[in-house]
């Protein structure tokens, strides 16, 4: 419900942005007082309050208060709240945790398991016939990339990762068909990983792309796994993005996983735990 509001924000009427930006400011307070006290909040009148809440597709205002009510009971801002610089420690701790749980919540009810489960046959098809999928990801993707190279590893599948530029080109130009080359992007629009894609999709080899919608990279591979949050692509430091992406990488390995089927998998991974064992301390 917020980010439609959000979205609607530049083709509202400046009094009804003033009233949805008092939405998105507190939903919760909003949702509690009367149009009285929203009206001098938001320094307009009563029937713009009205008139915004029809305007958002609702009858009035209180049919707006009790779908935003029903919005913010589940005790999670469902919009990014960004860290001041006057803010404590626990205001830290409770924004960052916050925005962590709003962008897994929205990808919960967002998610296409058609898309998901495309990309865990082809890449279940990958391993059964021994190629390769590889995991390309520049900058703070990268690191998400060699996360997944380790979970593949782990299931037995012949795979790498890569972060460098020249090197993802390269590895897309000896991949071919039955090879599954996974694209990770918190923008969709680097030109490293769009080359990488286009070389290894000409190639013939299954492409996946793990990025924004509505970006360059989304359409350029034969399965686009959306990965939509509030957190802008050109943040300095990319928190709830790369966390998303690694939650992403945890579906695909599961559900590849299950289409192995443990009478593989099983004896190697306990193998594997007893082969570690003597690498900690008792």
Not at 188 to 213: E, Q, V, W
Not at 221 to 230: E, N, Q, R, Y
């Amino acid at each position: 419900m917020l980010d439609r509001i959000r979205a609607s924000l530049p083709s509202l009427a400046p009094a009804e942005q003033r009233v949805a930006r008092l939405v998105m400011s507190d939903p919760r307070t909003f949702a509690s007082l009367p149009v009285s006290q929203l009206a001098e909040r938001a320094h307009v009148s009563k029937p713009t309050v009205v008139r915004f809440c029809r305007s958002m597709g609702y009858d009035g205002l209180s049919d707006f208060k009790l779908k935003l009510a029903g919005t913010v009971s589940e005790g999670v801002p469902f919009i990014h709240r960004s860290v001041d610089v006057d803010d404590k420690t626990s205001d830290v701790v409770v924004k960052v945790i916050d925005n962590t749980v709003a962008a897994f919540l929205k990808y919960r009810n967002d998610a296409s398991t058609a898309a998901i489960d495309r990309a865990a046959m082809a890449m279940a098809a990958t391993f059964q016939t021994g190629k390769r999928i590889e995991f390309i990801g520049a900058g703070n993707s990268g690191i998400v990339a060699q996360d997944a190279q380790h979970k593949f590893f782990r299931l037995g599948v012949n795979t790498v990762s890569y972060s460098d530029g020249h090197m993802m080109v390269m590895s897309a130009s000896i991949m071919g068909p039955g090879d599954c080359l996974v694209i990770i992007s918190n923008s969709g629009r680097t030109r490293d990983l769009m080359d990488a894609c286009d070389i290894a999709r000409k190639n013939g080899a299954t492409t996946i792309t793990i990025t924004a919608s509505g970006s360059p990279l989304a359409t350029a591979g034969h399965i686009h796994l959306a990965a939509d949050h509030p957190e802008g692509y050109d943040r300095y430091s990319p928190m709830v993005s790369r966390l998303l992406h690694l939650m992403v990488v945890d579906i695909l390995a599961t559900c590849v996983a299950l289409r192995i089927g443990g009478g593989k998998l099983q004896p190697m991974l306990k193998e594997m735990k007893n082969n570690l064992k003597n690498k900690r301390y008792a």
